[in-house]
């Protein structure tokens, strides 16, 4: 094996000269500018920056619901920027769990028949899939709730139960979009310690947005962005308090 197929199998991911804008003539607005950004298997990776500086943007391009307008985008082996809608799709479920700041469940059917959603798209049956989300719910300490409707819970609750769907198909891409910036300091802590166990899983990558210095410390690595590019990547608990003393 050659040392370029070498390290697109070892790299999770990686993005290339990432263009992207929005709207035209009065209302163009440009978003991100030749960015580049990379990220390891077996890492938990923050995304930080300013509001409005691109985050939400990146990473929508990563999870192949929103196209760049020009540049590569390489997740896990496979060339998103060169697949089409319906190949990228099928690649969303079976390979990413995305976790959003407000939770996104959908609050007509019980918290189980929530976490099975990405196993039903898969094709697995009923049965099968509420005994396989039940027990990747016990695993986040919600066993007990299963059978509760979403508004049910707490805030911290839902979140969790946002990670359970996230993780219940066993992706190897988590993206979380500031998943604790709408709990308390002790929920945001319950939430980071399940990514954190879910980062360590072999092979696997957890990219996290936040604004939020509570949490930094959970991060392998810290890429800090601004003015639509990624302008540097700390590695390390040292190197991120030396640049973000409040944390
Ligand atoms: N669909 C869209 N149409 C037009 N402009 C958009 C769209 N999505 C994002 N933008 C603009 O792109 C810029 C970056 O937005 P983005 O949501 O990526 O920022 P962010 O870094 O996630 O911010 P925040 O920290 O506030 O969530 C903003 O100026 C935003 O208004
Ligand atoms: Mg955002």
Redesign the pocket.
């Given at each position: 094996m050659n040392a370029t197929i070498d390290n697109k199998v070892a790299g999770a991911l990686e993005l290339k000269d990432l263009c992207k804008s929005f709207g035209s003539g009065l209302s163009y607005t440009p978003v991100l500018h030749k960015a580049h950004f990379e990220a390891r298997r077996g890492e938990l990776l923050m995304l930080v920056g300013p509001?409005g500086c691109g985050?939400?943007?990146l990473?929508s391009i990563l999870a192949g619901t929103l196209h760049a307008d020009e540049g590569e985008v390489n997740v896990l082996g496979h060339p998103l920027h060169a697949l089409s809608e319906s190949q990228r799709t099928a690649f969303r479920s079976k390979h990413l769990g995305f976790i959003f700041?407000q939770f996104n469940l959908i609050p007509t059917i019980d918290v189980a028949e929530n976490v099975s959603v990405p196993l039903l798209i898969q094709g697995l049956g009923n049965r099968e899939a509420r005994r396989r989300a039940v027990a990747m719910l016990e695993r986040v300490g919600l066993g007990k709730r299963a059978h509760e409707k979403p508004l049910k819970l707490s805030g911290g609750e839902q979140q969790r139960v946002a990670i359970a769907r996230a993780l219940v198909h066993n992706p190897p891409l988590v993206l979380c979009?500031?998943p604790t910036s709408a709990l308390d300091s002790e929920n945001g802590v319950a939430v980071m310690e399940l990514l954190r166990e879910a980062a360590n899983e072999p092979g696997r990558t957890v990219i996290v947005?936040t604004h939020d210095p509570r949490i930094y410390h959970y991060a392998d690595r810290m890429a800090e962005m601004e003015d639509g590019r990624i302008f540097r990547v700390l590695s390390g608990a040292e190197e991120i308090r030396t640049h973000h003393p409040a944390f």
């Open positions: 509001s985050k939400t943007t990473l700041q979009d500031e947005v």
